[in-house]
């Protein structure tokens, strides 16, 4: 039987930008570097461009990469949580198909799970985050921080940083979330919040030239309605 990986590294993907799969090549060569035990999980989200699953798996044939398909597209939070389900590490991450986030800031996210004995690590950005956002999206992002920070009870306001990471008993409260799309990870440190889970929130950077996409309308008022929900659990 294969020993467990010390961490599996969960990778949500949508319609990827050509030349994705190199860039996570890349991102194995470094890992095996930085000697971390490791599989990556591919989650396609059913992609209607720049992903062929036959391609996609002789690509990695030789890699510490799974690779996971469904026909519909289901949204971030589900297609996450298909991935951590099949997940088999005692330490789980997840980040985007382009690794935006430095190398520094993913080991940050580990060794604060390895070390500190926290069941939940939570990456937060810096204020330079904000000046690779479409001046909408920094908007959006702001208020969304606002109102939580306002009406919700929870350790930190920053819930939508798209790096964190999770033990065992992280991933049992991450399987309890129900949101399909941009507020899951919300959903997620509400939950935490609730159960009382140890959580420890760790400032991570952007890699240098990565520019993040606009927000689609139809998604922000499918969220507000979520965000709504999260709020009245919050009541009671």
Not at 93 to 99: E, P, R, W
């Amino acid at each position: 039987m294969d020993p467990k990986p010390v961490v599996s590294i969960v990778v949500p993907c949508f319609n990827p930008v050509e030349g994705w799969m190199t860039t996570i090549e890349s991102n194995i060569r470094w890992i095996g570097e930085a000697n971390l035990d490791a599989e990556i999980i591919i989650v396609n989200d059913g992609s209607v461009k720049n992903f062929s699953g036959e391609v996609v798996t002789n690509f990695f044939a030789n890699s510490p990469v799974t690779v996971l398909s469904y026909l519909e597209n289901r949204g971030k939070g589900y297609a996450i949580r298909h991935g951590v389900s099949e997940a088999k590490g005692e330490i789980i991450l997840y980040t985007d198909v382009d690794f935006p986030y430095t190398h520094q800031s993913l080991l940050k996210i580990w060794e604060a799970l390895k070390n500190n004995g926290c069941d939940i690590a939570v990456g937060v950005r810096s204020e330079d985050y904000y000046t690779h956002l479409p001046k909408m999206r920094v908007a959006i992002s702001k208020f969304l921080r606002l109102i939580v920070r306002t009406f919700l009870r929870i350790p930190t306001d920053d819930t939508q940083c798209g790096l964190k990471g999770f033990t065992r008993k992280g991933k049992e409260i991450f399987m309890q979330t129900t949101i399909d799309r941009y507020l899951f990870d919300l959903e997620f440190i509400f939950i935490a919040a609730r159960k009382k889970a140890v959580l420890k929130t760790v400032q991570v950077e952007l890699r240098e030239g990565i520019q993040l996409s606009h927000m689609r309308w139809n998604i922000l008022l499918q969220e507000f309605g979520n965000f709504l929900k999260i709020f009245v659990q919050s009541i009671f």
